[in-house]
Nanobody
Framework: QVQLVESGGGLVQPGGSLSLSCAAS????????MAWFRQAPGKEREFVTA????????LYADSVKGRFTISRDKAKNTMYLQMNNLKTEDTAGYYC???????????????????WGQGTQVTVSS
């Protein structure tokens, strides 16, 4: 059983930055992929970014490429999302997710992720 706990959301002005964390309770993440998804009010949940725990390979949605950075700290079993140059359209609930032995072509597919955090709200507004 994997438990994921997000933190770090909040209110920020357009152009600002926020950092999210996702702490995971698992003995070894060596064969896992982890990801961030987000869901804005009235919209479907969408893929943001993913990382393979072992090799550190990353994948980003076009909408956040160049502004968001995903990373992980193996020693702390924690994943991070650094969000820079935030836009109002980035406003959403952000969820971390984990999947075991996920192939590259499936990294952006939310139905492939078995474990989910409770979410943290990010609001970008002036």
């Amino acid at each position: 059983q994997v438990q994921l706990v997000e933190s770090g959301g909040g209110l920020v002005q357009p152009g600002g930055s926020l950092s999210l964390s996702c702490a995971a309770s698992v003995r070894s993440f060596s064969n896992y992929a982890m990801a961030w998804f987000r869901q804005a009010p009235g919209k479907e949940r969408e893929f943001v970014t993913a990382i393979r725990w072992s090799g550190g390979n990353t994948l980003y949605a076009d909408s956040v490429k160049g502004r968001f950075t995903i990373s992980r700290d193996k020693a702390k079993n924690t994943m991070y999302l650094q969000m820079n140059n935030l836009k109002t359209e980035d406003t959403a609930g952000y969820y971390c997710a984990a999947a075991y032995k996920l192939i590259w072509s499936s990294l952006a597919l939310q139905h492939q992720y078995l474990y989910w955090g409770q979410g943290t709200q990010v609001t970008v507004s002036s």
